[in-house]
Structure formats: C-alpha cells, structure tokens
C-alpha cells in the first residue's frame, strides 16, 4: 500500500522559505513520480511540481507560477521527496499535498495522496 505523509508546513513572512517533505512508503525509489500539488482557499487544487525517476535519472517539473523559486528533490535513501520553496508571496499560501501516481510519470493520474500540510505566507 502507498502512503505519503506531507511536513514543514507553516507560518512565514512574504520573501521568507519553507521545506515541505513528503515521506512515502510503498513505492520503489529507483522508479517512482512523486508530485506536489496546491489547494488555496476557493480554489482548485493545481500541480505545481513533479518529480520523476528511471534508468538512474531524474527529471523535475515545475508550473510557471513557481519555476525559479521552488525546487524539488528527492533522497532516495529516506523514502522522501522535497520542495524547497523560497522567495514565498502571500499567493503562495495554501494547503500543500504530494500524491504519486499508479504509472510512474508525471502525466499519469495521480491514485494515492497525503494529508496535506498548511503553508500560511503573511504580507
């Protein structure tokens, strides 16, 4: 059974960082996709980075609203997937989930989900 179980959420100030973790059990690391994903308030929850791996490689994604400020990463050994998120805007604030998909890609659906973790960014 897939599980993943999001961390580091909180509380910063605009232009502050934050590193949200994502543990996940179930999954093989040499050949995984781990997403993030965002739900504002009275928004629809929306993909903002992935990350996936295959034949010893990584390739990451990120959507435009986050690229150069967010970055993910992963450390195979822990079972954990990262999002570095700097330079945060008070737009950045939202609920924070990871999810992974049945089809290790990051275009596939995505099957299994964590709980999700608050990101609060004060102006």
């Known amino acids: 059974e897939v599980q993943l179980v999001e961390s580091g959420g909180g509380l910063v100030q605009a232009g502050g960082s934050l590193r949200l973790s994502c543990v996940v059990s179930?999954?093989?690391?040499?050949?995984?996709?781990i997403g993030w994903f965002r739900q504002a308030p009275g928004k629809e929850r929306v993909a903002i980075s992935c990350?996936?791996?295959?034949?010893?490689?990584?390739?990451?994604y990120y959507a435009d609203s986050v690229k150069g400020r967010f970055t993910i990463s992963s450390d195979n050994a822990k079972n954990t997937v990262y999002l570095q998120m700097n330079s945060l805007k008070p737009e950045d604030t939202a609920v924070y989930y990871c999810?992974?998909?049945?089809?290790?890609?990051?275009?596939?659906?995505?099957?299994?989900w964590g709980q999700g973790t608050q990101v609060t960014v004060s102006s």
């Open positions: 999810a992974a998909p049945r089809v290790s890609t990051c275009l596939s659906p995505y099957d299994y």
């Open positions: 179930g999954v093989t690391f040499d050949d995984y996709a």
């Open positions: 990350i996936s791996a295959s034949d010893g490689s990584d390739d990451t």
